[in-house]
């Protein structure tokens, strides 16, 4: 039902090669090659980018290309999932973002956009650690954030710690799985059929170390485990309007997504890893979403504690 | 765990008397009073609303006030869900919002708020009838939507009906219980224990009926029934943005603190009315959130159809 196939359409085949993204070496040589400006291979980017879109609500494709500070860009496409209410929706802003946390990116100078970038989304890239300097490109024009969400609610308003990193800076949450996980984590481990699931739960605490929540201070990531074996992580990423956040379900699925994963129905495993009696939970809702997207894939929580190093 | 309790502190009992909202000819005779502008008044009650808030997560109060086009003022405050993802969450504005629907208004003149609105709830608002006229006050400036969201993604994005009601604008779905969904409640209506469930069943249904859904074409309603027999309803709110989107089980527990519902842990029953195979189903989310803020909640869905008349 969920076709996934990344296969992009043969016009756009010789510039993006089925990827996500395209280096920085890559970026610089096909603007020498074609005398292209920045401007214009991001521009040319948003239609093969829109034609990954997964819009299965609204058939509203949007497509997004964007330019990291390395010099890569990246590509993101809306996803929507259904038989699921709104909110589980993934803009093609949001979608580019994590393409260029998850390749290590650590800022974005410029996303050029389909259509105008809606206030949920420009709330979220208000949490980025470059939110004052990057600029959207949509309907002909060029605009900061200042501009286009002015007097914003911003990650100051709640933190208290001016030395909290933001977004696409490094995160580091210590955390470890607390003793009743690891010792199951163990026993998964030594099983020959249950070893991918022991990987999975890594995968997942890996990414729940490094996710982005500093105002719930609730780490949280998921690891996804396809069919063949592959698997694919993200962590939460908090918004301090709370409601534009993305749970780590979502943030792992943009990762399958980018790794070619064909359709959700191959999802195997879904591992997700969470502060065991935390202020926000993700266990229900993710078993609520993989109910309707992937019903044959088995839902294991993994409970983490803060390490004892970190405490007091 | 979760104090609904609404009863304001002393130093507003006064002028709110412990509700939501005022009559217009209550505002009238308070301005009168005390020589108060509607700026003035507006601004007075910004306090007293965040005090009614209940920011579990992040202890952030948030409050709003507002006039409707017939002269009546509105409350909000923010509402957030332990152990819940943040998505949950409501915004302040977004609770003043459903009381004056409610209420009946057919449009809101402005909204004072104790911090600057987030670009959800801005993209939330660009739903509105009014969206042109409406002013939003903060830090101390006055502001239309066009200065906070300027060149935001519309409704007229997505509708192709020009005509299409908007949000404050009468909805009427045509929706009908399906033959199953109609033999049950009518089962549940002649035996005397169940027959709070079947009116709660019609309440849910109008709510659907009455729901603002222009983009999903699913709407829905929730109903809940307290400890004390009392029914509140609510219908899901689309944003052409679709994460900002209010669903079914939001709108009524907005409601159910209207109407001063003390817990929500004292909620018996819960009711959701969808259509039978939408592209939008509420009925996993709200069982995953119940099983968090009122786990001794029963929930029950019975499906809706488009009525014959409106077919084809």
Redesign the interface.
């Known amino acids: 039902l969920v076709d996934l196939s990344r296969s992009a359409p043969p016009s756009t085949v010789g510039v993006l090669g089925g990827q996500f993204s395209l280096s920085a070496d890559r970026v610089a040589a096909l603007q020498n090659e074609h005398g292209l400006s920045e401007d214009e291979l991001l521009s040319m980017l948003i239609t093969p980018a829109s034609e990954l879109a997964r819009p299965?609500?609204?058939s509203?494709h949007v497509g997004a290309a964007g330019i990291g500070a390395s010099g890569a860009m990246y590509l993101g496409c809306n996803l929507?999932f259904?038989?699921?209410?709104?909110?589980n929706?993934i803009?093609a802003e949001q979608f580019l973002l994590v393409n260029a946390l998850h390749c290590g990116e650590r800022g974005i100078r410029k996303v050029a956009v389909s259509?105008?970038?809606?206030?949920?989304?420009?709330?979220?890239y208000?949490e980025l650690n470059c939110a004052e300097t990057i600029r959207f490109s949509?309907?002909g024009?060029t605009?900061s954030l200042g501009?286009?969400?002015?007097?914003?609610?911003r990650p100051s308003?709640?933190l208290t710690d001016p030395n909290t990193p933001l977004l696409l800076d490094p995160q580091c949450n210590p955390l470890e799985l607390t003793p009743d996980a690891k010792a199951k984590v163990s026993r998964l481990a030594s099983t020959g059929d249950d070893a991918p699931l022991a990987i999975a739960a890594h995968a997942a605490l890996e990414q729940a170390r490094t996710s982005y929540a500093p105002?719930?201070r609730c780490p949280a990531g998921v690891a996804i485990v396809a069919e063949d074996g592959s698997v694919h992580g993200g962590g939460v990423i908090?918004?301090?309007?709370?409601?534009?956040?993305l749970?780590p379900l979502q943030t792992a699925i943009i990762d399958a997504v980018l790794d070619g994963m064909p359709t959700y129905t191959t999802v195997r495993d879904v591992v997700l890893v969470e502060l065991e009696g935390?202020?926000?939970?993700?266990a229900?809702?993710t078993?609520?979403?993989l109910?309707?997207i992937a019903p044959d894939a088995r839902l294991t929580v993994f409970h983490v504690q803060w390490a004892e190093a970190s405490k007091g």
């Open positions: 299965r609500i609204s509203f929507e259904a038989r699921l209410p709104l909110y929706s803009h259509a105008a970038p809606c206030g949920h989304c420009r709330q979220f208000t949509f309907s024009g605009y501009q286009l969400l002015p007097m914003r609610f308003d709640l105002y719930s908090e918004s301090a309007a709370f409601n534009p956040s749970p935390g202020h926000v939970q993700h229900g809702a078993r609520a979403a109910e309707q």
